[in-house]
């Protein structure tokens, strides 16, 4: 439903509201008076109103690990590196060059003059040297998984030297060169400087609003002040406020910005659990757009005149398979059989949306060290009979896992794929016992206990390295497939952690590839099946939306016709 | 009278403990926790394991259980780890429960506004058009899921027609001034006009949607009670002394019939929480019933404790004042 001009909508909502009755016209004409407040202006101006699928866990991002969060701060606060719009790949963005020893343990950053945080504060390398040392030196409840997620998994330990850290210190010769140490090489740099945890933000805020007093409070923890009302960045937009009873976050432009300015004044997001209800406020012009639409709603979106723009794939989804239970796992050649047995060209077409596409490994191609000459496993039921036969399991038996009540980027529809891969597992003579439970009422827990041997999962990545995707997976023997069960298991975690430490970039790529090609053809832990493209869908009036395949979109580009 | 409820009120802190103790026990016995909603696709054994003994969930149950109660005499809920993460849970069932209670009691008051005039009407008028389109209409309203039928009105009104909001609670767009969280008592209070209607207009769906089970209820209550009443010694008495039907309308059928209907009404109240639930997803209403639907989805232990421990005292309160009122309407009572 397009949106007339309102002068124009209140008369035609006036003449179908006759018909309704007295009450409702008053509603009625109020509403179109409402409507017609909302924005002033197209173009330079107006409100940008996203739904949002949950409430954001507060706003320091470096406190938070999820994407609706993210969504929000990534307008707010930026990285001294950021990605080019619409790819995965690095670029400047507070830091305009970089460079590194060849040791690659000495980062040093130029940084972006004349760029101030929102609270009038300079950014410069002592500030970024504050952010840096503020994260390193996190204490108590700040060292919890749930809240330094990100610094955990990608730096490792803190000041208190409990884990050793990626991180060792750093320093700022002058205003605008910050040089940080690491304690080895590593792949992830400079790439992890995109992520949002670690954005920048203003000192002065943070000491003034205490953002490092996360109160332990019982078994949990209490967001402190800044978290909860008073980020502080140097981004296109500035917080404005947070009202949780209504369930919506206000951002206003900010206009000292110092790259290219926002165009709409005003950004909104509006908390909307539920996916059918985001469908209905993008169809009443309540809101401009909302993530992850249905893949089965794609086309009745295209249809009603919605922008429905769907993302390069940057995830996988996977097989899961547990050794630990089941010793007949354990053998190449079983787990070979599996991934012959699966018809995954089918799956693809039959059970994905558009633009998804087979997984030869496990990630996509558009990451540093893809084989494209890693062995295939192409659709051979009579192979995979024959692989079991030969490993003594003509009659194997599997309890295999799906999980219900959720949809995932790489997953949007669990059931329907569970069952195409069952199918195909039973034409080789292999007895599969389902389990389905809810995502969170029992299939993470079951995966994560090893009760499961085969399982549907997968991953989204965070920026553009290998490591990444593998180093998540299967960087240490205690994990989800239970790697240790098999003499490789270590082999192949300490491959990854060579690779990861290699300073030289076409080395790097080198080794990567290497264990690709093991991990498909000697180790095959898991069986990649798919790479799914996640679609961001917008009204017909909003324009200038540059989508990202990180699902890190920067809406200071768009603009809202017709307000 | 004062006794009586002490003696009530001390029955409630025994319902709420027990309670406590049952919900506790149940939450945990269920599938999953919040770590798997905390962590989800990046759960590593190793984060599952820290974060786990963060939250406390490694120790046994008793244990936990005890941590809550030392806590909870103290006013501390513990923490939301799924709804609203890092919010107090007290905070976020105050916060929540503003909207629920605003839209609950505007459906009971559409409930009560129709279901009890035209209960009596319909009695009064026995076999009638009127009393048969009643009934009919009253039997839809039980049979159509609240579901269903707030769903129905908010694709005509909201997402056809475009009249009324399709959600939310108050436009973004208003910056209204917050003091109690009942969005338009506080328009009523800072004079701030037009967030108060434009908080009411996006009540008027979600309150239809909401009483049209506690109107059916209301409506057949009153009715069955109104034709009983009506055939009463005591009516025909005063009839044959000469009242006029105004003064026997009033003084004896209304009076004497209304006693079984605010029975009813205090028993509302279960129903009108457990419809919030539905009704608040459909409309996007940041309440208390969305709490507890999101609270499951997120095993948000603190969140749901809280909410349906308080939900569970305002139900024991609500019956509570009811038997109360009952006592001040039939004087028989009161002596007891």
């Known amino acids: 439903m397009s949106r007339a001009p309102s002068g124009q909508r209140r008369a035609t909502t006036r003449r179908r509201v006759a018909t309704v009755g007295v009450a409702l016209v008053a509603a009625a004409s109020l509403a179109a008076c409402a409507e017609s407040q909302r924005g002033a202006g197209g173009g330079e101006g107006g409100t940008f109103t996203f739904g949002a699928a949950g409430a954001p866990d507060g706003f320091d991002p470096f406190y938070a690990s999820d994407g609706e969060t993210f969504r929000v701060t990534r307008q707010i606060t930026e990285g001294l590196v950021g990605f080019k719009p619409g790819s995965a790949d690095v670029q400047p963005e507070l830091a305009e060059s970089w460079e590194h020893s060849p040791d690659g343990k000495t980062w040093t950053f130029k940084l972006r003059t004349g760029v101030k945080f929102h609270d009038g504060t300079d950014f410069n390398a002592e500030a970024v040297c504050k952010n840096f040392q503020r994260m390193y030196e996190q204490t108590g409840a700040g060292q919890n998984y749930a809240l330094s997620y990100y610094w955990i998994e990608n730096f490792g330990g803190f000041s208190d030297g409990k884990n050793p850290s990626l991180y060792e210190s750093c320093e700022a010769p002058d205003p605008t060169t910050a040089v940080l140490h690491l304690t080895r090489a590593s792949s992830k740099f400079p790439d992890i400087l995109g992520l949002p945890s670690f954005s920048m933000q203003s000192p002065t805020a943070m000491e003034k609003y205490q953002a490092n007093n996360v109160q332990a409070q019982g078994d949990s923890f209490i967001y402190p002040e800044y978290s909860r009302s008073h980020p502080t960045g140097t981004g296109p937009f500035k917080f404005v406020s947070y009202d949780e009873g209504n369930g919506t976050i206000k951002l206003e432009r900010n206009e000292e910005y110092w790259g290219e300015k926002a165009k709409v004044k005003e950004l909104i997001f509006r908390i909307i659990p539920d996916e059918t209800v985001r469908k209905q406020e993008l169809e009443s012009g309540a809101i401009d757009g909302y993530d992850f639409p249905n893949a089965a709603d794609l086309k009745a979106l295209r249809d009603a005149g919605h922008n429905v723009q769907v993302r390069d794939p940057f995830n996988i989804m996977y097989l899961g398979i547990t050794q630990k239970n089941n010793p007949a796992l354990r053998d190449l050649r079983v787990r070979q059989a599996l991934a012959y047995a699966l018809d995954r060209e089918t799956l693809v077409k039959a059970n994905l949306p558009e633009g998804a596409s087979v997984a030869t490994q496990f990630y996509p191609d558009t990451v540093d060290g893809y084989a494209p000459d890693v062995q295939q496993y192409p659709h051979d039921p009579a192979k995979a009979r024959q692989l079991l036969a030969e490993a003594g399991v003509p009659d194997l038996t599997v309890t295999f896992y799906w999980p219900t009540e959720v949809t995932r980027p790489y997953m949007p529809d669990p059931q329907g794929i569970y069952n195409a891969l069952a199918e195909d597992l039973r034409e080789v003579g292999i007895t599969v016992n389902p389990v389905s439970k809810p995502w969170n009422g029992g299939y993470i827990d079951d995966v994560d206990n090893a009760r499961a041997d085969l399982f549907l999962l997968g991953w989204t990545g965070d920026y553009n390295t290998p490591d990444n995707f593998i180093g998540t997976f299967f960087g240490s023997t205690d994990n989800r497939f239970f790697t240790g069960a098999s003499p490789w298991g270590q082999e192949l975690a300490d491959q990854l952690k060579a690779a990861d430490s290699e300073p030289d970039e076409a080395k790097r790529n080198q080794m990567y590839q290497d264990i690709n090609r093991k991990l498909m053809s000697e180790y095959l832990p898991a069986i990649p099946l798919s790479h799914s493209p996640p679609a961001i869908v917008t009204s017909s009036e909003v324009e200038g939306l540059q989508t990202s395949p990180l699902t890190a979109e920067g809406f200071a580009s768009v603009s809202v016709s017709g307000q | ?336």
């Open chain 2, 1 to 336: 009278m004062l006794r009586y409820t002490v003696r009530r009120l001390a029955q409630m802190v025994l319902v709420v403990f027990v309670l406590s103790l049952l919900l506790f026990a149940w939450l945990r016995s269920l599938p999953g926790g919040p770590v798997s909603a905390l962590l989800g696709d990046r759960a590593t054994p190793e984060a599952r394991a820290q974060l786990e003994a963060d939250l406390g969930l490694d120790q046994p149950i008793f244990v936990q259980y005890w941590r809550f109660l030392e806590r909870a005499v103290t006013g501390d809920f513990g923490v939301s780890t799924g709804v609203q993460r890092g919010t107090p849970a007290l905070e976020v069932f105050l916060t929540r429960f503003p909207a629920t209670l605003e839209l609950s009691v505007l459906a009971l008051l559409l409930a009560v506004a129709v279901g009890i005039p035209l209960g009596y009407l319909a009695a009064r008028k026995r076999g009638s058009w009127l009393d048969n389109l009643s009934i009919t209409w009253s039997l839809v309203g039980v049979a159509v899921p609240v579901f269903f039928l707030a769903f129905l009105l908010k694709f005509v009104f909201a997402v056809q027609l475009g009249v009324l909001p399709a959600s939310g609670r108050q436009d973004a767009g208003l910056d209204a001034t917050r003091i109690t969280g009942f969005y338009i008592l506080d328009g009523l209070m800072t004079r701030e006009w037009d967030a108060a209607w434009n908080s009411f207009v996006h009540l008027v769906l979600p309150a239809i949607a909401l009483s049209t089970i506690p109107f059916a209820v209301i409506f057949r209550i009153t009715r069955a009670a109104v034709l009983d009443v009506m055939d009463e010694d005591y009516v025909r008495t005063a009839r044959a002394k000469g009242l006029t039907s105004m003064v026997i309308r009033r003084r004896h059928i209304l009076h004497n019939a209304m006693l079984p209907v605010v029975t009813t009404i205090g028993l509302q109240t279960g129903a009108l929480l457990a419809g919030a639930v539905l009704t608040e997803r459909v409309f996007n209403i940041a309440g208390i019933g969305q709490a507890v639907a999101l609270g499951f989805e997120r095993k948000d232990f603190p969140v749901l404790q809280v909410v349906i421990l308080a939900s569970a005292m305002v139900y024991v309160l609500v019956n509570l004042l009811v038997d109360l009122s009952y006592a001040l309407i039939d004087p028989r009572l009161r002596t007891r």
